[in-house]
């Protein structure tokens, strides 16, 4: 089992960037995939980003490919997500988890961490 910590969430306006971090600990980090998800008020759980074992791999969804870019540190068992151009619209709890493949479903991933609020004010 993997534990997972997020962090780097905030308050921030519109147009504004920030970076969320998720730490691991507990297993090998290097064999997980990982992901990143949210889920806003009123809704469910959404996919964000994922990133293979090695880092060369990534996915992103059609939302937020092209402001967002998630990327690894194995070395350190650390998963972040900068997060460039926000908008109000990804007002949100961040979750990362792993999973033992590339996968963009929820039902692929486990050991979730506890997430960090990102709200995005117009």
């Known amino acids: 089992q993997v534990q997972l910590v997020e962090s780097g969430g905030g308050l921030v306006q519109t147009g504004d960037s920030l970076r969320l971090s998720c730490a691991a600990s507990?297993?090998?980090?290097?064999?997980?995939?990982m992901g990143w998800f949210r889920q806003a008020p009123g809704k469910e759980r959404e996919f964000v980003a994922a990133?293979?074992?090695?880092?060369?791999?990534?996915g992103y969804a059609a939302s937020v490919k092209g402001r967002f870019t998630i990327s690894r540190n194995n070395a350190k068992k650390t998963v972040f997500l900068q997060m460039n151009s926000l908008k109000p619209e990804d007002t949100a709890v961040y979750y990362c988890?792993?999973?033992?493949?590339?996968?963009?479903?929820?039902?692929?991933?486990?050991?979730w961490g506890q997430g960090t609020q990102v709200t995005v004010s117009s």
């Open positions: 507990g297993r090998t980090f290097s064999t997980d995939a």
């Open positions: 990133i293979s074992r090695s880092g060369g791999d990534t």
């Open positions: 988890a792993r999973s033992s493949v590339l996968g963009y479903r929820e039902f692929e991933y486990g050991d």
